[in-house]
């Protein structure tokens, strides 16, 4: 088993352990504010839109549209919206196909998260600024109130 550290209690952050974790990695993410989902909890004017329907690459600005259909094709709204549900989550579209928790609450969202980092027994580390990342042969990551040393 690898022991793994995500840099970062966002959205982002938060489903890369979830998915480590049941993959069966020791995970510990850091956070350096006081809470995870901070922003997650805000989303969606308050009420948590967290994918749209009728996502296509054409609603993107990027110079390779080629590469962000590719990137939907892999993990698009229907996937979100099933590891969403995998956690405990009622999701809903509206009739414009954005799609929100059943509660109309983001930090309905950011609760699932948090259920689930404790289900799956992941370490928190919150108030921990990543300060220095280096690599020689084993990963070195120092923080403020310690560091973390892994071997690749």
Request: proline share 1%; glycine share 14%; with cysteine.
């Given at each position: 088993?690898?022991?793994?550290?995500?840099?970062?209690?966002?959205?982002?952050?938060?489903?890369?352990?979830?998915?480590?974790?049941?993959?069966?990695?020791?995970?510990?993410?850091?956070?350096?504010?006081?809470?995870?989902?901070?922003?997650?909890?805000?989303?969606?004017?308050?009420?948590?839109?967290?994918?749209?329907?009728?996502?296509?690459?054409?609603?993107?600005?990027?110079?390779?549209?080629?590469?962000?259909?590719?990137?939907?094709?892999?993990?698009?709204?229907?996937?979100?919206?099933?590891?969403?549900?995998?956690?405990?989550?009622?999701?809903?579209?509206d009739g414009?196909?954005?799609?929100?928790?059943?509660?109309?609450?983001?930090?309905a969202v950011?609760?699932?998260?948090?259920?689930?980092?404790?289900?799956?027994?992941?370490?928190?580390?919150?108030?921990?600024r990543v300060?220095?990342?280096?690599?020689?042969?084993?990963?070195?990551?120092?923080?403020?109130?310690?560091?973390?040393?892994?071997?690749?």
């Amino acid at each position: 088993m690898k022991k793994i550290s995500v840099i970062g209690g966002g959205a982002a952050g938060l489903a890369c352990a979830v998915f480590l974790a049941r993959a069966g990695e020791e995970v510990t993410v850091l956070e350096r504010g006081e809470r995870v989902g901070r922003k997650l909890s805000a989303t969606g004017n308050g009420q948590g839109n967290v994918t749209n329907l009728r996502m296509g690459e054409e609603h993107y600005f990027s110079d390779d549209r080629a590469k962000v259909a590719r990137a939907l094709a892999r993990f698009g709204s229907r996937e979100t919206v099933s590891f969403l549900q995998s956690m405990g989550g009622v999701f809903l579209p509206d009739g414009r196909g954005r799609v929100y928790p059943a509660s109309r609450q983001a930090s309905a969202v950011t609760d699932l998260f948090r259920r689930e980092l404790a289900r799956l027994d992941i370490e928190v580390k919150l108030g921990a600024r990543v300060t220095a990342l280096s690599y020689d042969g084993t990963f070195h990551l120092t923080f403020d109130g310690g560091t973390m040393s892994k071997v690749k």
